[in-house]
Nanobody, 124 residues
Framework: QAQLVESGGGLVQAGDSLRLSCAAS????????MGWFRQAPGKEREFVAA????????NYADSVKGRFTISRDNAKNTVYLQMNSLKPEDTAVYYC?????????????????WGKGTLVTVSS
C-alpha cells in the first residue's frame, strides 16, 4: 500500500532553518508530482510548494518564495522541503502530497496520496 511519511518538523526560533522530508513507499513515485501543504491552527490547509516528477518544474506560494526550496531524489523516493528564514507565521502542520500529473495550479483537487503531517513551530 502506497504511503507518504513526513519527518523533520520541530520547534525552532524565528530566522532558523529546517528541512522536511517526505519518504514515499509502496510504489514508485517518480511519475508523480509532489507537493507540500500546511495547515496553521484555526486556518484552512494551504499550498506551499510543488515539484514535477522529473524535478524540472517547481511552484511556490508567494508567502514562501525565496525562503523555501523543494527538491526530490527519485532514487530514494523522497521529497524535501528546505525552509530558511523561518517566521512565526510559518507555524503549521506540514503535509506531503502526491498527484499523478503536473500542473501549475496546486489546489487539493487531484491529490491521490496524503501524508499524516509533521508539526513545525516557529517561536518569535
Amino acid at each position: 500500500q502506497a504511503q507518504l511519511v513526513e519527518s523533520g518538523g520541530g520547534l525552532v526560533q524565528a530566522g532558523d532553518s529546517l528541512r522536511l522530508s517526505c519518504a514515499a513507499s509502496g510504489r514508485p513515485f517518480s511519475g508523480f508530482a509532489m507537493g507540500w501543504f500546511r495547515q496553521a491552527p484555526g486556518k484552512e490547509r494551504e499550498f506551499v510548494a510543488a515539484i514535477s516528477g522529473t524535478g524540472l518544474s517547481t511552484n511556490y506560494a508567494d508567502s514562501v518564495k525565496g525562503r523555501f526550496t523543494i527538491s526530490r531524489d527519485n532514487a530514494k523516493n523522497t521529497v524535501y522541503l528546505q525552509m530558511n528564514s523561518l517566521k512565526p507565521e510559518d507555524t503549521a502542520v506540514y503535509y506531503c502530497a502526491a498527484r499523478p500529473y503536473w500542473s501549475s495550479n496546486w489546489g487539493e483537487q487531484g491529490i491521490r496520496y496524503w501524508g499524516k503531517g509533521t508539526l513545525v513551530t516557529v517561536s518569535s
